[in-house]
């Protein structure tokens, strides 16, 4: 039986057996034939599945969305239409996500920006007081 060990494709694609191994049980990629003594034997083909996977999760693509996005890269039947609405789907809770950080940091901001730093004991510092208050106020 030719292919790859397990070894070989998480060496090749720069990731651990065990992320291998997790991406197989997730779904990401194919499980592969084995061997008569039970080793894996991968196509080549799963290295660039797998480095798809990552380039996917370097821009914010969850493995739940990634296995959307593995599917309709092996489907004929997928178009780049849907595939710019997944995309443009992505932007906006990326978007969503910088706007609530960007909120985080303005609240975080404020309240160091109330705290003398040295010299005053913790339950008078308003970092402290406003986080046990239950209640962080804006301004």
Do not use: W
Request: charged content about 30%; some cysteine.
């Amino acid at each position: 039986m030719n292919g790859l060990t397990i070894s070989q494709i998480a060496k090749a694609s720069n990731v651990n057996i065990e992320t291998v191994r997790y991406y197989e049980k997730r779904g990401l990629i194919s499980e592969p034939p084995r061997t008569e003594s039970g080793y894996r034997m991968f196509s080549e083909e799963v290295i660039q599945d797998i480095q798809f996977i990552k380039r996917a999760q370097d821009i914010g693509f969850t493995l739940e969305e990634i296995k959307t996005l593995v599917i309709a890269s092996h489907n004929e039947d997928f178009h780049s239409e849907e595939i710019y609405e997944f995309a443009m789907n992505k932007i906006h809770e990326i978007e969503k996500k910088i706007h609530d950080f960007n909120h985080m940091k303005s609240l975080l901001g404020d309240l160091a920006a109330k705290c003398p730093g040295s010299g005053v004991p913790k339950d008078q510092c308003p970092i402290i007081t406003n986080l046990s208050k239950g209640k962080i106020e804006d301004g």
